[in-house]
């Protein structure tokens, strides 16, 4: 076996033959560059770091896929999308579309599928800043929106989204574990009447992971993700997925991805490839310590109530169990006050104060300090927050370490 050099496979050396060495070395730095490397096949898909691809012919761009080939990173990049497909084939959907952020990838859905007459029916809790963008900007841009609470219609949430249903209502949007009271929705029977009435329906299943669950199956047209969260698994990354039951409305969200420039960096890309590689394991784990750690805040006296979609406590427990067998790792309980709440937060050793959720490592926050605060409530929001909720992201740690820091930090409040 030898090892040479590879000399002779400066592309631009080849193809100038004896006038390269004329070139000013300034140039020569420019312009030489070794072959694609058509025979490697690397085991993990590298990251393609380039701004833009080389043609061989103007013909080849207006071949498909401009001849197999990329142009611009904005449009397109293999590392990209070889998690588009990873994540494809966990929705089992027609096509998957990576965002910059998990915001970026909500907004497109919203931007795309709604016009200014038109209507959209909205389940809440929601994460905050989709709210924000709803009221901000969806309104002023002349979109309806109806706000319904999951928690307020508990068993009656159909009969409510059905009322609630207008001739030109064209989405219909809900979070599988609303954020942040981990309120769950009946999905399949309002996915039964968004489809009754023509309406796209989108649900954001961040809070499960597509381990837990692939809504597509049981119906769902868009599912998206905050990669953020379990998708990336690490905390080290900002992003967010599309995937599309029906691959003309991939095609839409692709055509419009080229104008808005929203598409993640392959960089990003490639640590999201590595998280994936464990989602399975991760969740195993989290669903695992979760359920322990949820049994034991519901027997402890400091605790007034725990939202676990796991346990059969849980009001929409019943809503879960028909899509998953598992639960994820978010959980919401109540210690009575806001002052007991920040108090307990900033006495724990273990688990980290922190807003963001899904990632190794447990993360607790109170979420009308921090993630749905003031500033939310003065927008009009409508849900309840109780003021002594915490919101909890179960990491991996051993569980009986999670609850030895959850109780001595509650000895303390
Ligand atoms: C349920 C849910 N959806 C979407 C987002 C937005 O994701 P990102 O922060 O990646 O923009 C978040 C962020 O916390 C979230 O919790």
Same mark, same amino acid.
């Given at each position: 076996?030898? $090892?040479?050099?590879? @000399?002779?496979?400066?592309?631009?050396?080849?193809?100038?033959?004896?006038? $390269?060495?004329? +070139?000013?070395? #300034?140039?020569?730095?420019?312009?030489?560059?070794?072959?694609?490397?058509?025979? #490697?096949?690397?085991?993990?898909?590298?990251?393609?770091?380039?701004?833009?691809?080389?043609?061989? /012919?103007?013909?080849?761009?207006?071949?498909?896929?401009?001849?197999?080939?990329? #142009?611009?990173? !904005?449009?397109?990049?293999?590392?990209?999308?070889?998690?588009?497909?990873?994540?494809?084939?966990?929705?089992?959907?027609?096509?998957?579309?990576?965002?910059?952020?998990?915001?970026?990838?909500? /907004?497109?859905? $919203?931007?795309? $599928?709604?016009?200014?007459?038109?209507?959209?029916?909205?389940?809440?809790?929601?994460?905050?800043?989709?709210?924000? %963008? %709803? =009221?901000?900007?969806?309104? @002023?841009?002349?979109?309806?929106?109806?706000?319904?609470?999951?928690?307020?219609?508990?068993?009656?949430?159909?009969?409510?989204?059905?009322?609630?249903?207008?001739?030109?209502?064209?989405?219909?949007?809900?979070?599988?574990?609303?954020?942040?009271?981990?309120?769950?929705?009946?999905?399949?029977?309002?996915?039964?009447?968004?489809?009754?009435?023509?309406?796209?329906?989108?649900?954001?299943?961040?809070?499960?992971?597509?381990?837990?669950?692939?809504?597509?199956? %049981?119906?769902?047209?868009?599912? +998206?993700? &905050?990669? &953020?969260?379990?998708?990336?698994?690490? /905390?080290?990354?900002?992003?967010?997925?599309?995937?599309? @039951?029906?691959?003309? *409305?991939?095609?839409?969200?692709?055509?419009?991805?080229?104008?808005?420039?929203?598409?993640?960096?392959?960089?990003?890309?490639?640590?999201?490839?590595?998280?994936?590689?464990?989602?399975?394991?991760?969740?195993? !784990?989290?669903?695992?310590?979760?359920?322990? =750690?949820?049994?034991?805040?519901?027997?402890?006296?400091?605790?007034?109530?725990?939202?676990?979609?796991?346990?059969?406590?849980?009001?929409?427990?019943?809503?879960?169990?028909?899509?998953?067998?598992?639960?994820?790792?978010?959980?919401?309980?109540?210690?009575?006050?806001?002052?007991?709440?920040?108090?307990?937060?900033? *006495? +724990?050793?273990?688990?980290?104060?922190?807003?963001?959720?899904?990632?190794?490592?447990?993360?607790?926050?109170?979420?009308?300090?921090?993630?749905?605060?003031?500033?939310?409530?003065?927008?009009?929001?409508?849900?309840?927050?109780?003021?002594?909720?915490?919101?909890?992201?179960?990491?991996?740690? *051993?569980?009986?370490?999670?609850?030895?820091?959850?109780?001595?930090?509650?000895?303390?409040?």
């Amino acid at each position: 076996m030898s $090892f040479p050099f590879p @000399r002779g496979q400066n592309v631009t050396e080849e193809k100038m033959g004896e006038d $390269f060495a004329k +070139l000013h070395v #300034c140039t020569r730095i420019q312009v030489s560059h070794a072959k694609p490397l058509e025979s #490697c096949d690397p085991v993990v898909v590298p990251i393609y770091q380039t701004t833009a691809y080389r043609f061989k /012919t103007a013909a080849q761009w207006s071949e498909p896929n401009h001849g197999s080939n990329y #142009c611009y990173q !904005r449009c397109g990049n293999p590392t990209t999308e070889n998690v588009e497909v990873i994540i494809n084939e966990i929705e089992q959907g027609q096509g998957t579309l990576l965002y910059s952020s998990g915001l970026a990838a909500g /907004t497109a859905v $919203f931007l795309e $599928f709604l016009d200014p007459k038109s209507h959209m029916i909205c389940m809440i809790p929601i994460y905050s800043s989709t709210f924000t %963008f %709803f =009221v901000d900007t969806l309104v @002023r841009w002349g979109a309806e929106i109806t706000f319904i609470d999951v928690d307020a219609e508990g068993d009656n949430l159909v009969q409510a989204v059905e009322k609630a249903m207008k001739p030109n209502t064209k989405l219909v949007f809900c979070e599988i574990f609303g954020n942040p009271t981990v309120s769950i929705p009946d999905v399949l029977g309002t996915i039964e009447v968004a489809h009754k009435h023509n309406a796209i329906y989108l649900i954001d299943t961040t809070f499960a992971s597509p381990y837990i669950v692939q809504p597509i199956k %049981f119906g769902a047209d868009l599912v +998206l993700h &905050s990669c &953020s969260k379990y998708l990336g698994g690490h /905390t080290d990354i900002i992003g967010g997925c599309v995937t599309c @039951r029906d691959e003309a *409305n991939w095609k839409r969200l692709k055509s419009q991805q080229l104008t808005t420039g929203s598409s993640m960096s392959p960089f990003d890309a490639s640590l999201l490839a590595r998280g994936i590689k464990t989602l399975a394991i991760r969740l195993d !784990r989290i669903s695992d310590n979760a359920v322990i =750690v949820a049994q034991h805040l519901e027997k402890h006296p400091k605790v007034k109530w725990v939202k676990y979609p796991g346990l059969e406590s849980h009001p929409g427990h019943k809503y879960a169990n028909q899509m998953m067998s598992k639960f994820s790792g978010m959980m919401a309980f109540d210690v009575g006050t806001s002052e007991k709440a920040t108090k307990l937060v900033e *006495n +724990l050793r273990i688990i980290v104060h922190s807003i963001s959720l899904g990632g190794t490592e447990s993360k607790i926050e109170h979420p009308l300090s921090m993630s749905h605060g003031k500033q939310l409530i003065t927008k009009g929001w409508l849900g309840t927050i109780p003021e002594g909720m915490l919101r909890f992201s179960i990491g991996i740690e *051993n569980p009986n370490d999670i609850i030895a820091d959850l109780d001595q930090a509650l000895e303390k409040i």
